[in-house]
């Protein structure tokens, strides 16, 4: 039996937050990125949500004899889809699932839940190394709800998977914050 894979479209682009054998670029068509809060999570986090005519740069990864356990646990407020419309560059077709919050748990995120800078952080320094800086801008052009507060928790980091980002990679991200006049609380 042939491994599933998964497609990852925020945190896990940034390879230095999991193991996950294979990665490698894809792309999910008509699909988006959005900022949400649901009743299941304290902070907003990024979700995918259907967007006819949009498409979004991520990984696809395989899960070793299709043990879901560990990465429904570490998504555990998103639920599991087959994704029909991954591009990528494998020989064969793939059973591949890509994750989002169920739109009945969605909201906006607000200032008692807001965006974490330190997960942000995580996803801008993964699409990066990935994409490079076009990379970082398409994630920014096809992704939803930056008008949320966004905590500036550098210093103390509450995403448990923080990754420590150069001096370049800082300077980047708060760019394209300034860029898009995000609201840093």
């Known amino acids: 039996m042939r491994d599933p894979w998964f497609f990852g479209y925020g945190s896990l682009v940034n390879r230095a937050t999991h193991d996950y054998p294979a990665p490698r670029p894809a792309r999910l068509d008509g699909w988006a990125r959005a900022w949400r809060h649901t009743s299941l999570r304290d902070v907003a986090f990024l979700t995918a ?37 991954v591009a990528h560059d494998m020989p064969d077709a793939l059973e591949i699932a890509v994750y989002a919050v169920p739109e009945a748990h969605q909201a906006a995120p607000d200032v008692a839940h807001p965006i974490l800078l330190s997960y942000l952080d995580v996803v801008v320094q993964g699409y990066l190394r990935e994409f490079g800086v076009e990379g970082v801008d398409r994630f920014f052009a096809t992704t939803t709800g930056w008008d949320a507060p966004i905590l500036d928790d550098r210093a103390a980091p509450r995403y ?8 370049q990679e800082t300077a980047l991200v708060d760019s394209r914050l300034a860029r898009i006049g995000a609201m840093i609380v």
């Open 49 to 85: 949500v259907r967007a006819p005519g949009v498409a979004i740069e991520g990984l696809i990864a395989a899960v070793p004899r299709g043990d879901w356990a560990a990465l429904d646990a570490r998504e555990w407020a998103y639920e599991r889809l087959v994704a029909q419309d």
């Open 160 to 167: 448990p998977r923080a990754q420590v980002l150069t001096a």
